[in-house]
């Protein structure tokens, strides 16, 4: 596609509830990052793909949090058992291969409200 | 892991005034420095990069000077005009990691006509 492309653009849910964030990349972009950023933050690093392996997953808080990229394509990030510091935007973001000019371009963004 | 400090946190300038914003990072194996700049509500978009082989880099009216001894870096908006009002986020990156980068707290640019 011309951008990233994140769905929902928006989704409210109740503690303790399951969340599924989808990131479908640029066409052709290897890598993939899935951000957080709450408000008055910086984006923080969660996750990094290279194709369909998790490069680097150090970022993930903690084991409630987890994302797939099964076909080297588009990302889904999992969140279960949600809580209300989860609540942030979550960012995606890809780039045409991560070894070559590491520019990221990002979504728009998945804003979760865990209520 | 890597910090990324980054200051002011706000910044007003009058338009066509100047305005830097500085950032220090603490991991020494970072050779990748981006700037990005977020409007309100919008994703971030890459404004300006440099590498550690490199010691300032220019477009336009912005650019990004790096002092890899000190392991600081900063942006350099000249002339500046309203549409230039935005969040700008520092970050600091290695390219063996695979570019993830670790970003700064952010600094709100306010340009007044």
């Known amino acids: 596609g011309a951008g990233v492309s994140q769905t929902p653009s928006n989704k409210v849910t109740e503690k303790g509830k399951y969340v599924e964030l989808r990131c479908d990349p640029i066409?052709?972009?290897?890598?993939l990052y899935w951000y957080r950023q709450s408000l008055g933050q910086g984006p923080e690093f969660l996750i990094y793909?290279?194709?369909?392996?998790?490069?680097?997953d150090s970022g993930l808080p903690n084991d409630r949090f987890f994302a797939v990229r099964p076909e080297g394509s588009v990302s889904t990030l999992k969140i279960q058992r949600t809580e209300r510091g989860d609540s942030a935007v979550y960012l995606c973001?890809?780039?045409?291969?991560?070894?070559?000019?590491?520019?990221?371009?990002f979504g728009e963004g998945s804003r979760l409200t865990v209520l | 892991g890597e910090n990324v400090e980054q200051h002011p946190s706000t910044l007003s300038v009058q338009e066509g005034d100047s305005a830097v914003i500085k950032c220090t990072y603490s991991?020494?194996?970072?050779?990748?420095f981006p700037w990005y700049k977020q409007e309100l509500g919008k994703r971030p978009q890459l404004i300006i990069d440099i590498r550690s082989n490199v010691g300032e880099k220019k477009d336009q009216r912005i650019a990004v000077t790096l002092n890899k001894t000190a392991k600081h870096f900063s942006l350099h908006i000249t002339e500046t005009q309203p549409e230039d009002s935005a969040v700008y986020f520092c970050?600091?990156?290695?390219?063996?990691?695979?570019?993830?980068?670790?970003f700064g707290k952010g600094t709100s640019l306010l340009v007044t006509p």
């Open positions: 973001a890809s780039s045409l291969n991560a070894g070559a000019t590491g520019e990221l371009f």
């Open positions: 970050a600091a990156g290695e390219s063996n990691s695979g570019y993830a980068l670790n």
């Open positions: 793909f290279q194709g369909t392996g998790a490069a680097d």
């Open positions: 991991d020494s194996a970072s050779n990748y």
């Open positions: 066409s052709g972009h290897t890598a």
